[in-house]
């Protein structure tokens, strides 16, 4: 496998492409190219409030379906079916508690976001605040994550995925991709990134749906997974281990909070807070949201990707555990899907970094920069993330691509819990102050760095190998860990902010949920009392949406628990 990996190989041969497959990448291709620049030209580019935020004047549809595509990476869409191989039904988890997120997102977080009139989330927070530290921390926090965990899981993924199914060079498969999302994404900025996402939304649920249905075909249907699943034993296996193994409860979304892999605690409670920190807080999310064209589009984007989240138990995980292996007939087909995978999470990366960096950073060091500046800077700034992305190639081939995904998860629940105690509370808790939540973030970064380092000292083990791990790690799960960190988090917040003078009422108005003005709905002001009844009506489609949607994910829940 290591020679798959290497860059050496420049002329090697990869399994022959029918025509088929051939006609199948092309057209995927052309479209992407057709839909980029369609929409790139009809986008508002020349203003930083038409480029970063596409003139807040997106419908709903293309911001559910980004929300999906921003989210399903190549490396959470080949990590969900490698997850589902390895250990069955449970890390669906990851998808179905994005439901309860995404409806918080668009009932409680984006209407302060909206009224907040911010475009960047560490500009909330200096908002809500006061001071520039807290800021200038999330700025680049979020900058480093993004090139480190988010670009180098999906790059490695995805070209990894080309370079094995069609033989071209690694470089070359990653230089390709980058160059093609990187020409829409500069020129016609997020609304070109969003209304690529939902082609790419198309590409991935349809693939998807072809390889579940001919998976299923494969071994007679859904009522013969579980048997299929436990028969597939590997021929080699560790002695006197379950090393390798099937697991017992394969089938189960709620496994033992000792002994699961994913134990129920923490994919209730720990996902939980890791989830609020990505949907709720996260500027490659909340930047489509804050696109919409009023707060119903908001609503309804959110429920259409929390529709589009329940799908990846079927058409990721389940296939996963029927099979690792590609049907033959259908590897041009997935060669597109998985490029449409990584493209929309790329664009999205580029796009929301090149915002941070721009709105945060730049505007920081040039207070007088006006929007030719601006548009300028956010454009070079991708090409720069271009060149980053590229450079960190030679480390990820390096690297196992396995415990890149262990890295991912041990990243994010090492640094996120703090920034989503800090984002909760100042929402929520009006006496939080700038002292309390600097102080809150420092306190977790120190204890959640002690355990990212630890666990790059000490690794795992492989399985059958006694584990002699610090207890920190061997007895504590991440998950759970980031349910711990959170506490800490928001303890040192509360504290640092009843030890300190508190906010003036002027500087929380309208930034929190209980000083939030009630926006009146469009046509109340002018009169026009059609057009108040007919945003009335579809608030009240978002709001059954939201609870039908509920009930659904609740039923599977149980049903596979």
Known sequence: MAGDNSTSDTHALGPQLSVADIVIITVYFALNLVVGVWSSCRASRNTVRG???AGRDMTWWPIGASLFASSEGSGLFIGLAGSGAAGGLAVAGFEWNATYVLLALAWVFVPIYVSSEIVTMPEYIQKRFGGQRIRMYLSVLSLLLSVFTKISIDLYAGALFVHICLGWNFYLSTILMLIITALYTIAGGLAAVIYTDALQTLIMVVGAVILTVKAFNQIGGYEQLAAAYARAIPSRTVPNTSCHLPRADAMHMFRDPYTGDLPWTGMTFGLTIMATWYWCTDQVIVQRSLSARDLNHAKAGSVLASYLKMLPMGLMVMPGMIS????????????????AALMSSLTSIFNSSSTLFTMDIWRRLRPRAGEWELLLVGRLVIVVLIGVSVAWIPVLQGSNSGQLFIYMQSVTSSLAPPVTAVFILGIFWQRANE??????????????????????????????????????????????????????????????????PAPQRTQIQNLTWWTLAQDLPPGAKTGDVQAAQKHAFWARVCGFNAILLMCVNIFFYAYFA
Do not use: K, N
């Open 324 to 339: 690792r292996a590609l049907f033959p007939g259908l590897r041009g087909l997935m060669v597109a899907v998985m490029m």
């Open 435 to 500: 002292q309390g939540a600097f102080w809150g973030l420092m306190a977790g970064l120190a204890v959640g760095a002690t355990r990212l380092v630890l666990e790059f000292l000490h690794p795992a083990l492989p399985c059958g190998h006694a584990d002699t791990r610090p207890a920190i790690l061997s007895g504590f799960h991440y998950l759970h860990f980031a349910v711990a960190l959170f506490t800490l988090s928001g303890a040192v917040v509360v504290v640092g902010s009843l030890l300190t």
């Open 51 to 53: 480029y970063f935020l």
